[in-house]
């Protein structure tokens, strides 16, 4: 029967130690690693409200009212992953959204829009939180998020970089 040598052992146990400390590492580094799979932030923006006579934004008009955010804010993950926070959206003179109820978000990139998520609702006081997904191409220069009202993805009550 032959026995490894103590050198051997000492050997082979720096092996196993040194793979297990590269191996996590170049795994981080080929994106599969459980920080990566979030897919990294390529926005993160505050949110303004939209005027009637303001810009359109990749063939999407704004709200035919005007719209104020108390405070609010976009951000977007290069895995598609959509998060919109907003506080006080409402129609100034009215002091409430009105008749909307809903939000959705749409996300622009390359000058078009890419996608647009799920609605979730907004309260009376014009507060929602909304966390949903779409699409995303491999570039995604200067993106943005509109915010649109009742799910309809032809208009903006809100945006980013207004």
């Not at 459980?34 to 359109?56: N, W």
């Amino acid at each position: 029967m032959h026995r490894p040598t103590r050198t051997a052992a000492l050997v082979a146990g720096a092996v196993l130690g040194l793979t297990t400390l590269v191996a996590p590492a170049a795994s981080a580094s080929d994106g599969s690693s459980g920080h990566h799979r979030s897919g990294h932030t390529i926005l993160r923006a505050d949110l303004t409200g939209s005027m009637p006579d303001g810009p359109t934004i990749a063939m999407v008009k704004p709200g035919q009212l005007p719209w104020v955010v108390d405070e609010g804010t976009a951000r977007v993950r290069s895995d598609g992953r959509v998060r919109v926070r907003v506080e006080g959206l409402v129609i100034p003179d009215r002091g409430t959204p009105g008749p909307v109820t809903s939000i959705s978000a749409s996300v622009v990139c390359n000058g078009m829009v890419v996608g647009t998520t799920m609605t979730a609702p907004l309260d009376m006081e014009g507060d929602a939180r909304l966390d949903g997904m779409v699409w995303l191409p491999k570039m995604c220069d200067m993106p943005m998020v509109l915010v649109n009202p009742n799910g309809n993805a032809g208009a903006y009550i809100a945006a980013t970089g207004l």
